[in-house]
């Protein structure tokens, strides 16, 4: 028979049936049957069965006030910030009261960001490229290389860069100091006034944001330089309200003015030595934790090894070190189903080892790429990266809600690497209202322009979420920060309760707020 | 407490557990585990459950590969049509070994497209504009107006428009009629090489587009051309390799040269003749309904008025006439709920006027607009115009899936106004992967470039459902079109008879294609 019945409709079909409440029968008017319905959409959501103190609901009317203010005024001039590529939408942002709100909020932590892509790139230029014994050369295929040595190191060969030269000596005899110091911070993110013409598709973006990991390397992995970077980086976290950070670090060789080289360890030790310090210096902060990354172009023994040194590290700093992690374009890298054999050492010898799987960061529904999602569950993955493609994927959706696995949802960088361009389409949208475990992270904000989390929480407050997104939301996508990240039960109570003190300040200065 | 433990999950939650098969337990590999995920994928996905024959697995393969291969070579190439804008995308589109496949695949009903959108409008240029007394005038906005007129019609006043001037004698004086044509072919349909530069914004685009209907206005709904124009449509249709369609017709009153003008009822009466003289001629045509639609941004006395018109149309011609819809851009016009007392009339008169409702054809969630799926789903509409917002209302979405509610899915058309760029993060991605009933249509295809059902089913089979979707997904679709048409069930069946023996024809010439 062609036609199909109801008993040939699919599984999830009369699954989702039964999750509806009694049915309202035909006697309702249309008003109850619509209050109905709202309300049953507003427990769904993500943050929608928290209940409210009379303080907070106070400080939701006052945000939401604003919010509907801000969104039917993008609505008449057809200008709304996720609508727009971030780097014409920024300075949009900048001036919306609800940005300025979203930056005092305590958002807990940042789960999803990686090791050099945190801290303002101004921060390199105006400070890190002015230190003394700076040295650069330009490759045979256009970028800049830094290195900082003394003497000057040897001349490298022409197929590896031009001459070394010291920078200081360069910028000295430069005309116009100040045009050569915007042409580094081009160099160093992906801004541009025009996105949809200098990227015109993900290869280009992709191509542009390696060029940056590569050209800004020599300047973070000089010691003194990688310790401030780090300190410096918690610094705008903290003061954008962020107490606790989950680093994704590939731990790459950092060396000293002399040419001495350090290993993963001692990349380790310092940032758990800066992050003591800092702790000391800023009341509340609670922490980082390194979740040690490897690029998925590698092979698979590399892999093999890097899967070894992972559980080695965490051996050593139990309390550092997370678990593991593969880093890179998706689309163009190793699935994590080829490195399955590398991914499947610890379990074969009795070793825990989380995994924080980059998985679903692609538009390629169906492809062998887009089945990380699936390795990523099966392989019992403590966090999902990205997770863009789950809502394709309806079975990894369903178990990974019953395994409570988040996803990292990071709109700004989804949006810059072309994924999707109104972040109103984003896919996290279906998954906000239908409550599904996530947090909200910025990947690598630096690179983007952006700075904390303060802007992809704008982005996913206003553009994901629409206007059913609340303080609710907000309250819950904080609470999820600290309740999915790897922080050990105890200190998960205390890191709340830190946070829940200052959510209780934050959500009193907003309903005193004057309208 | 602050921490939400699974007691609180959210209801969805929970019942979207309940349909994970038997979980596979640890012990199973990763090859098996990751076969089940796959398998209950591609079970739970639409058309997911028909079992092909052998000729249709071969046809299949045959499909798979030519589409594999283009999917590769986008990928290589980044240039993927339907993450292209369909104005630059369609000379690639023409060129795709599966569109021309998918023309031939006999794809049942058109069940969402509008009564001037559908025949190319190269015709209105080429044929309609060089008929005898046709006039124009230019509107002081700069649009054209035409009338068919003998004599010359008096001077419009200048507010109203310029002079009429007679088409036939200012062409005889123009040095390049060429040209005179092709601007006439821009002013009909929205074609531009450069679309995002040309309509920055939705209410760019919205205001060409009605721009359009008004300016054609006065040629189609010039009786003989009338006629015509309803002709010519079924034939680009059929051509197309669809059997049956209904239309959203306006009913704007349809005049003669004379100035005699006709009703309602003339016009539905003259689709059913040129219908019926179409069928005579062209085998296995099943014929066209007319579903009587009005602008929103009527007032609701005006809608009332609407809603009985609907009502006596149904009982003059209960074959003909499906039901009732409102149409134009839902974002700026009244929501469904602000006309809830008109559209409650048939109810409270005990006549049952079906519905089907434009609704959810909006980005902006959680507004009022949004709330049109939910008093859609309330007014038990039989399917949902677009229905692009339904993945964000999982309440609606539920409900509307336990009453077997399609939506009408138009990709180019969303594409087109601005509601998606890249097709691959259309919402119904999700609900294709989902087995959510859906139908694929083309809106207004002449106002886009595009021509009967085969664009927009390119653009649903290699972007919304990725390589996942397969020859089983589209005869679901075409099933799906015959299923929830307004077919009496004694005509359904028969024009599932016809469709499947032409499907089988197409399926056995696909599989004796050479590789």
């Not at 070394?164 to 160099?187: C, G, H, I, M």
């Not at 006034?193 to 990227?199: H, L």
């Not at 800004?216 to 606790?244: K, M, T």
Request: proline share 5%.
């Amino acid at each position: 028979m062609l036609m199909d019945g109801p008993s040939r409709r699919p599984a999830l079909s009369s699954l989702l049936l039964a999750m509806a409440m009694p049915f309202f029968c035909s006697a309702l008017s249309i008003d109850e049957a619509w209050s109905q319905l709202l309300m049953r959409e507003k427990m769904m959501q993500l943050g929608g069965q928290l209940v409210l103190t009379k303080q907070e609901e106070l400080a939701n009317k006052k945000l939401m006030a604003l919010k509907k203010a801000e969104v039917s005024q993008a609505m008449r001039t057809q200008k709304f910030p996720p609508s727009m590529h971030f780097f014409q939408a920024k300075t949009l942002i900048e001036q919306s009261e609800v940005f300025h709100i979203l930056k005092k909020m305590p958002k807990g932590a940042a789960l999803h960001i990686h090791d050099f892509g945190i801290l303002s790139m101004n921060w390199l230029v105006k400070n890190v490229t002015y230190r003394p014994h700076c040295h650069f050369c330009v490759t045979p295929r256009g970028s800049w290389k830094f290195k900082f040595a003394y003497p000057t190191p040897p001349t490298p060969t022409p197929a590896e860069c031009s001459e070394w030269v010291l920078l200081e000596k360069y910028r000295s005899k430069l005309p116009n100091v100040t045009d050569f110091d915007n042409r580094l911070l081009q160099a160093f993110t992906l801004m541009t006034e025009k996105p949809e013409v200098t990227y015109a598709n993900q290869d280009a973006v992709w191509s542009k944001f390696k060029s940056i990991f590569f050209t800004i390397s020599g300047l973070v992995q000089y010691a003194p330089v990688f310790r401030d970077y780090v300190f410096h980086a918690l610094e705008e976290f903290y003061q954008d309200n962020v107490l606790y950070l989950e680093l994704r670090a590939m731990l790459f060789p950092v060396y000293e003015l002399n040419g001495t080289i350090h290993n993963e360890e001692w990349s380790v030790e310092t940032y758990r030595e800066v992050a003591h310090m800092f702790a000391k210096k800023h009341p509340g902060f609670i922490g980082i934790k390194i979740i040690y990354s490897v690029h998925r172009f590698e092979n698979v023994s590399s892999v093999m090894k890097s899967v070894q040194t992972a559980m080695k590290l965490r051996t050593l700093f139990p309390e550092m070190v997370a678990g593991f992690d593969l880093v890179g374009r998706e689309d163009t890298g190793h699935s994590l189903y080829d490195y399955r054999e590398a991914l499947m050492i610890p379990t074969l010898h009795g070793v825990k080892l989380p995994y924080f799987f980059h998985a679903g960061e692609t538009d390629w529904q169906g492809t062998s790429v887009d089945r990380n999602l699936l390795v990523a569950l099966i392989l019992n993955s403590t966090r999902i990266g990205h997770g863009f493609a789950l809502t394709k994927h309806p079975a990894v959706w369903a178990d990974s809600w019953k395994k409570d696995i988040p996803i990292e949802v990071c709109p700004i960088s989804n949006q810059v690497l072309k994924l999707v361009s109104d972040l109103r389409n984003h896919p996290a949208a279906v998954l906000m209202a239908t409550g599904y475990p996530m947090v909200i992270s910025s990947d690598d904000p630096a690179v983007f322009g952006a700075k904390g989390l303060s802007y992809d929480f704008y982005e996913a407050f206003m553009g994901i979420g629409g206007m059913s997104a609340d303080l609710r939301t907000l309250k819950q996508l904080a609470m999820n920060s600290i309740k999915f990240s790897t922080l050990l039960d105890i200190n998960k109570k205390a890191a709340m309760k830190t946070w829940e003190e200052r959510w209780n300040k934050f959500v009193a200065d907003l309903a005193r707020r004057p309208t």
